[in-house]
């Protein structure tokens, strides 16, 4: 049974930093596409950024040079290291999960089968 348990939100400052984990257990990181994806009240759920199998990323246009995911196999955990925090990036995060594949992991939160219960980052101004 796959399950995905999402910690290391709280609240910051603007400019500030958090680092998201995601721990997994009943999958292999390096056998999935893993993402993480943020949903603001009264707004849709969003991709942030995902990582494929092969260690491959993509960020949302919001994410980049600013947040960075990763994993460690060894502990099956998935991170977002999220600096330099906009009031905008105020959101429930979530880490999800899909087999892979193929060589592209999809951006839409529909694609993914596994989800984490989220975690709620809040950045004030």
């Known amino acids: 049974q796959v399950q995905l348990v999402d910690s290391g939100g709280g609240s910051v400052q603007a400019g500030g930093s958090l680092r998201l984990s995601c721990a997994a257990s009943?999958?292999?990181?390096?056998?999935?596409?893993m993402g993480w994806f943020r949903q603001a009240p009264g707004k849709g759920r969003e991709g942030v950024a995902t990582i494929r199998g092969d260690g491959g990323t993509v960020y949302a246009d919001s994410a980049k040079g600013r947040f960075t995911i990763s994993r460690d196999n060894a502990k099956n955990t998935l991170y977002l290291q999220m600096n330099s925090l906009k009031p905008e990036d105020t959101a429930n995060y979530y880490c999800?999960?899909?087999?892979?594949?193929?060589?592209?992991?999809?951006?839409?939160?529909?694609?993914?089968?596994?989800w984490g219960q989220g975690t709620q980052v809040t950045v004030s101004s």
């Open positions: 009943g999958l292999t990181l390096s056998s999935y596409c």
């Open positions: 999800a999960a899909r087999p892979q594949l193929g060589i592209y992991c999809p951006p839409n939160p529909i694609a993914y089968n596994y």
